[in-house]
């Protein structure tokens, strides 16, 4: 029964990854694509705890949400918001 | 024209998007957790806190920092090397303008943000501390603490504006003189066994072996230390911090002095 439970809600934030990674992908606004990409990385965290490695989830929240969009904001900030 | 291109971008993702769901249901098909420990979690389970068969013992309860740290450390600190170097190199490309004031003169965001995000510092740091200093009994260790701490002066830099390094008492050199330090003690705290027993000991002994009576201490006051292990995650959290650190404080910098570093490239020299 629990594993249905856990498989469901990896199989539904997967699903929601994919919007977000599609979104990313046809935006303009770059800015918005970094959101989106970290919104995404978010849920990427979540299933690397749903799938018990809480090691990889401490270091991945870490850079993929706080250390790279932020390295790529500041790059945004060079090189222009719109494409 | 678009319309075509719009097209092959529609079908070319719903068939990426079905390969994946397709390899997700086909995954699932058997059990998610295994029932079972296979033989070799076992034989690491069995012997990073044996306290009654020391013979193999780490003295960390956490499995993974005790194969990261002891069982495999030759390894862990091979990804150090490597992660020291690329910053080094990070560095090398900006040699001239290293350690310079920027001119520009920011004044960051507006109070509200400040006051918020000088509160969230001190969580942040704390979190990035304790994930390092208990890397031996809960999940996570140096990397995962100093990259987690390094959150907090990359957020700093952009709220308060990049003229808070010009006025930070954490300067270039300070940084630089504290990250070599610590990758000197992590050697250190490797060959600390084989100095002292005169040779008979190991590189990277934690606990005491059957012809090397060396012994990292195995317990603080009353919590399981896992002997070296926590110093090299102390030592591993410094050197990443500080390097995360370097990699922004030259990435922040503005225009006028970047711009310098590629001059004359035009002319090719």
Redesign the interface.
């Known amino acids: 029964m629990l594993e249905t439970v856990i498989f469901s809600i990896i199989g539904a934030v997967s699903l929601v990854s994919i919007v977000f990674v599609a979104l990313a992908i046809s935006t303009r606004d770059l800015l918005k694509a970094v959101i989106y990409s970290a919104v995404q990385s978010t849920l990427y965290a979540f299933l690397m705890y749903l799938l018990m490695a809480p090691d990889i989830v401490l270091v991945y929240v870490a850079v993929s949400v706080g250390l790279l969009p932020l390295i790529t904001i500041a790059l945004l900030k060079k090189v222009g918001r719109y494409e | 024209m678009s319309r075509v291109r719009e097209a092959v971008f529609i079908t070319l993702?719903l068939t990426v998007?079905s390969l994946?769901v397709l390899a997700?249901i086909t995954a699932?098909q058997g059990?998610?957790?295994p029932r079972t420990t296979r033989s070799l979690a076992k034989t690491f389970l069995n012997t990073t806190y044996n306290v009654i068969d020391r013979k193999f013992w780490t003295a960390s309860p956490e499995a993974?920092a005790a194969i990261v740290w002891d069982y495999r450390g030759l390894d862990t600190f091979y990804e150090t090397i490597v992660f020291y170097t690329a910053i080094i190199s990070c560095l090398m490309l900006y040699r001239d303008i290293l350690g310079k004031p920027d001119v520009t003169k920011g004044e960051g965001l507006s109070v509200v943000v400040k006051r918020a995000n000088a509160i969230a510092t001190v969580g942040i740091i704390a979190v990035g501390a304790s994930?390092i200093l208990h890397g031996m009994i809960t999940?996570?260790?140096g990397?995962?603490?100093g990259?987690?701490a390094?959150?907090a002066p990359?957020?700093l830099l952009?709220v308060f504006s990049r003229n808070l390094i010009d006025r930070s008492r954490l300067t270039y050199r300070k940084s630089i003189v504290l990250r070599n330090l610590a990758i000197l003690s992590i050697v250190l705290t490797a060959l600390l066994p084989v100095l002292l027993s005169a040779g008979r000991g190991y590189v990277f002994q934690n606990q005491n072996k059957e012809f090397s009576v060396f012994s990292y201490p195995s317990l603080l006051i009353d919590v399981p230390m896992g002997g070296s292990i926590w110093f090299y995650n102390l030592f591993e959290g410094i050197a990443v911090f500080t390097a995360?650190y370097l990699a922004?404080r030259t990435?922040?910098y503005s225009?006028a002095i970047s711009l310098i570093v590629v001059e004359g490239e035009d002319r090719g020299f």
């Open positions: 993702f998007v994946i997700t699932s059990e998610i957790l993974v994930t999940p996570g260790g990397f995962q603490g990259a987690i390094a959150v990359v957020v952009v995360f922004f990435i922040l225009e």
